[in-house]
């Protein structure tokens, strides 16, 4: 949803086709990053497996990273991705950075559930 300063209504910005997995909707949507060099929500469309980007004067979305409705324990495959940010250089990577993949741990070099993640220069 768009709110204007001091509205108690709201538009739909994206997603209004009710939930799925086409390029016209979003399924379970859980991280959120406004690209302004884009005009543009990236989301960490959960429970698709998949992250888009869905800019906002447009009817559908282009997917980066995943594919939409299959889940997966790679990096070309998510499995119920719930964050998205960028590098301070507006890039987004899809590589495995810490932890192992498809190893979900309890010791200090796996990781169980991640929820986030914040990037430093």
Known sequence: MSYASDAS???????????????????????????????????????AHNIVRWILSDNSWTQVAGISGIQGNSSSLLNLPMGVTFDPMGNIEDRTIP???????????????????????
């Open 9 to 47: 209504v709201g538009t739909v910005a994206v997603g209004s086709n009710g939930f799925g997995t086409s390029y016209t909707q979003l399924e379970y949507p859980v991280g959120l990053y406004f690209d302004s060099l884009t005009n543009s929500l990236v989301v960490a469309n959960s429970a």
């Open 99 to 121: 932890g192992i993949t498809s190893s979900p741990g309890v010791n200090d070099i796996q990781l169980n559930t991640p929820y986030s993640i914040r990037l430093d220069n």
